[in-house]
């Protein structure tokens, strides 16, 4: 049945993932809502930024009032000391962002055979560390946004080897929010399937597979073939070796934020992300919120389309590198872009199929 909305005044929600590095998804919320507010004064906006767990995990929960923030130095990917940031839970979870200690961006170039073979994630392991000596009862750990491939051995090295980790985490509920459901190796493994993205070339892929094949043993060899086990390079599946257990980062930041209820009351739904592909149905924020929208019109502003992603519940798709004329002008402009985009589709809200009609 055609979802009914009335003409003059709609209730917007706007629930978007951050732009691949371009713009955090509080920051593409707030361009979203500009460019709305531009052609629609009279609609009441609500402003709800989401993340999968990847890059913004902690930034999106702290914007929603969940968790206060305290620094952190930890070292990065290559060694060198970054500051990152610890989510705080009023409920004794601590929340971590694994991207801020390992992510790809933290590299300061482009990814090569040599970043990808050294990138390490020690500093999720000083994470976790300190989280523990907090008193956190409940971790969780957002994955995504990785430019290791290290299967998390930085991690539990930091930590004092796999038995002193495992010790260290009896007790705590450790969530490893992850929006990837590939196992450690094999050719939906991690090495043969984020290596790339991350630098490696052939031989390296089959370099950082072996060694990933080696330290599975390590871990204990059912965790391997565990679902998320590949995911930010096999740091998940290090945590499931830990007593981890995996759960949906689109879910978890979906119930910290209460997202469900705030998309009860909605009449259209702006969500988006940086590039809307066939991973976006693979428990990427835009198919977790389609599902959950129970027929409200799902308007999506992507910063790139590639494919035919058939993604269930979606109503209408827009390109921001179409409406910008190329990838290049909308990067150089992204908010602007965004927010541009955004009063477009609102002026023409009422021609989207299925979101409004006579």
Not at 334 to 343: K, Q, T
Request: aromatic content about 2%; overall charge negative; glycine content about 14%.
């Amino acid at each position: 049945m055609t979802p009914t909305v009335d003409r003059e005044t709609l209730s917007v929600v706007i629930a978007p993932d951050e732009f691949g590095g371009t713009l955090s998804a509080v920051d593409a919320a707030s361009a979203i809502a500009d460019g709305w507010l531009s052609s629609r004064q009279a609609d009441r906006v609500r402003l709800l930024p989401q993340s999968d767990g990847g890059p913004g995990f902690i930034a999106v929960l702290q914007a929603a009032g969940v968790a206060t923030v305290r620094p952190l130095r930890v070292p990065g990917p290559l060694g060198d000391p970054v500051d990152a940031t610890i989510g705080y839970g009023a409920d004794g979870t601590v929340y971590l962002e694994a991207a801020q200690a390992c992510g790809l961006h933290l590299l300061g170039r482009e990814p090569d055979p040599s970043s990808a073979r050294a990138a390490t994630t020690a500093g999720v392991g000083t994470m976790l560390a300190s989280a523990v000596a907090s008193g956190a009862r409940r971790i969780v750990v957002g994955l995504g946004g990785s430019a290791t491939t290290d299967g998390g051995r930085g991690a539990v090295e930091e930590l004092g080897g796999i038995g002193a980790a495992r010790a260290r985490m009896n007790g705590i509920d450790l969530v490893v929010a992850s929006d990837v459901d590939n196992p450690l190796l094999g050719p939906a493994g991690a090495a043969a399937v984020f290596g790339p993205q991350k630098g490696a070339d052939p031989v390296t892929v089959q370099d950082l597979e072996s060694r990933l094949t080696d330290w599975a043993v390590t871990l204990g060899g059912a965790v391997a073939s565990m679902p998320g086990a590949g995911a930010a390079g096999g740091l998940g599946a290090a945590l499931l070796a830990l007593g981890g257990r995996r759960r949906s980062g689109a879910d978890v930041v979906a119930e910290a934020t209460g997202r469900r209820r705030e998309l009860a009351d909605a009449d259209v739904i702006v969500t988006g992300e940086g590039r809307y592909d066939e991973q976006t149905a693979r428990g990427k924020v835009i198919a977790a919120l389609a599902a959950e929208a129970g027929g409200t019109p799902v308007i999506v502003l992507a910063g790139q389309v590639r494919g035919t992603p058939d993604v269930v519940g979606v109503t209408a798709v827009r390109s921001l590198a179409d409406f910008a004329g190329s990838v290049d002008a909308a990067m150089r402009s992204p908010r602007e872009m965004l927010a541009g985009l955004a009063a477009e589709v609102a002026r023409t809200v009422a021609t989207i199929e299925g979101v409004m009609r006579e």
